[in-house]
């Protein structure tokens, strides 16, 4: 997101007098902020989009917060959720965390540390916009794959899975890494305990060390309670540390101490706690030549590659494709409105013949946009290559259906730029249109990560989506 100051905050509790105040003091520091008094409320003022963050309280009648979290995660999983409780135990945050909450608030609030925490929400969401939820493993059973490079990968996990030895996931952007180290917890002794994901290049280093580590009450402005760190949410789990390689070198030596030593000390804080903790990493980087280029400490990579494991490519592994697009169409039809919802023998051989710079994470993205645009329940070949050809770098020739360019005359200028924009601009409204103002299924919908669609809007002067 562009700027904090335009987020859409949504906040829920069903004491009406404790609701405004709270909403009263978001929308003073620049927020668009809106109060509902339940859990049934919220999901209502969902429906009709416009929320890039919730704080509900946890304990409401009827739906209470952590309801609303579940059903949340459920229909809009990369909306960052904050709780806010009178009972602010490290139970219950261990609890909220391992539901899916982003954050948890204690009452009595304070005005910094609400805003404080809002804001390193919607920039944690960036992130996780940039990097949309790849394919989830099976309910009943490991991740979709047969193909000979998964059942290697997947050899590995589970062999080292029943033990403490960290394992680093290496391999390209949405090749599945978060979902291996998942598969990995689920398969571990610890798979009753928590699963904590950090995603190390979404935030400064400031806010990277208050996440990992917490902070005692009055370590910074805004820290008016003491607040435990993602190591002590996930003590007796596995804690995930997702893009390791773009942690900076102040970081690594954190780490270093971490992994290494397995303590941590709060921010603010005289004495050293112990991290009970299985250590998971993944990185698409090249950590032997940073090492080399001195960018990443050599000391740090070999307490991290105990075991690497390698997920493998879409290319490399196109037997999957069938089974991979038949999971995703199934879920994402549920998702969005559409149950029953198949995929045509033709449309499969189309998507197993299509390129996937993407991986994993492009496919699933794809096939979103095709069920949405779909006209029927089966989806056939030609819808497949409609959306193919809409893609960045498709040629000419394959998108002549597609709605030419707009005029000289219809465009606000002759400039090949303001052309670009007005083109930009038609396309940004039809998806929000499409969307019913929902920007998450706007920006799945243009093949762009949330933070692109925000930055668009700013770009292309839309105040009103």
Same mark, same amino acid.
């Given at each position: 997101?562009?700027?904090?100051? !335009? ?6 509790? $069903?004491? !009406? ?13 620049? #927020?668009?902020? !809106? ?11 969902? /429906? ?6 919730? +704080? ?21 999983? $990369? ?7 009178? #009972? ?17 608030? &204690? %009452?009595?609030?304070?005005? $910094?540390?609400?805003?404080? &925490?809002? =804001? ?64 990995? #917890? ?6 009753? *305990? ?26 910074? &402005? =805004? ?12 003590? =007796? ?7 390791? *390689? ?7 030596? %954190? ?28 990185? #698409? ?9 001195? /960018? ?10 105990? +075991? ?12 999957? +494709?069938?089974?991979?697009?038949? !999971? ?42 095709? +069920? ?36 000289? /005359? ?16 038609? /396309? ?27 930055? %668009?809007?700013?770009?292309? *002067?839309?105040?009103?989506?």
């Amino acid at each position: 997101m562009s700027s904090p100051t !335009r987020a859409r905050v949504l906040v829920v509790d $069903d004491d !009406r007098a404790v609701g405004m105040v709270l909403t009263a003091l978001i929308s003073q520091a620049g #927020h668009q902020a !809106r109060y509902v008094g339940s859990g049934a409320e919220a999901l209502a003022a969902l /429906a009709s989009g416009g929320v890039d963050v919730i +704080v509900s309280d946890v304990r409401m009648p009827g739906m209470d917060g952590m309801e609303l979290l579940a059903e949340v995660q459920r229909k809009h999983s $990369d909306l960052p959720v904050i709780l806010l409780t009178a #009972h602010g135990t490290v139970s219950l945050a261990v609890e909220a965390m391992k539901n899916g909450a982003t954050d948890f608030l &204690t %009452k009595p609030f304070d005005r $910094d540390e609400v805003l404080f &925490t809002i =804001g390193k929400a919607l920039t944690g969401a960036k992130d996780a916009a940039e990097k949309p939820p790849e394919a989830a493993p099976s309910k009943d059973g490991p991740i979709v794959g047969t193909s000979e490079a998964m059942r290697d990968a997947m050899k590995r996990l589970e062999k080292a899975a029943p033990t403490m030895a960290t394992v680093l996931l290496r391999g390209e952007s949405g090749t599945g890494k978060e979902v291996a180290a998942r598969e990995l #917890h689920r398969l571990s002794p610890r798979a009753k *305990g928590p699963f904590v994901a950090v995603h190390c290049g979404a935030l400064p280093d400031n806010l990277l060390e208050s996440e990992l580590f917490g902070y005692e009450k009055g370590a910074f &402005t =805004g820290a008016t309670n003491r607040k435990p760190g993602r190591v002590e949410l996930a003590s =007796g789990g596995t804690l995930f540390l997702d893009e390791i *390689g773009d942690v900076t070198p102040a970081v690594q030596v %954190k780490l270093l101490r971490l992994l290494q030593e397995r303590e941590f000390q709060r921010l603010g804080a005289t004495s050293s706690e112990k991290a009970d903790v299985r250590f998971v990493a993944a990185t #698409h980087r090249n950590l032997e030549q940073m090492v080399k280029e001195g /960018a990443f400490r050599e000391d740090l990579f070999y307490r991290l590659n105990v +075991v690497p494991v390698v997920m493998p490519a879409l290319r490399d592994r196109r037997v999957d +494709v069938p089974a991979l697009a038949t !999971r995703f169409v199934a879920r994402l039809g549920e998702a969005n409105g559409r149950p029953g919802i198949v995929l045509g023998p033709d449309a499969m051989r189309v998507l197993e013949q299509a390129d996937w710079p993407g991986n994993v994470r492009e496919l699933q993205n794809f096939l979103e946009r095709v +069920v949405v645009f779909a006209d029927g329940d089966v989806i056939g070949a030609s819808e497949i290559e409609r959306e193919l050809a809409s893609r960045p770098g498709a040629s000419p020739s394959v998108s002549s259906e597609r709605p030419s360019a707009p005029t000289s /005359a219809s465009v606000s200028g002759d400039t090949l730029d303001a052309q670009r924009k007005d083109a930009e601009r038609a /396309a940004v409204r039809e998806a929000l249109g499409k969307a019913k103002g929902n920007r998450t299924l706007a920006a799945r919908l243009l093949g762009v990560s949330r933070r692109t669609l925000y930055n %668009k809007l700013d770009e292309l *002067g839309i105040t009103d989506a």
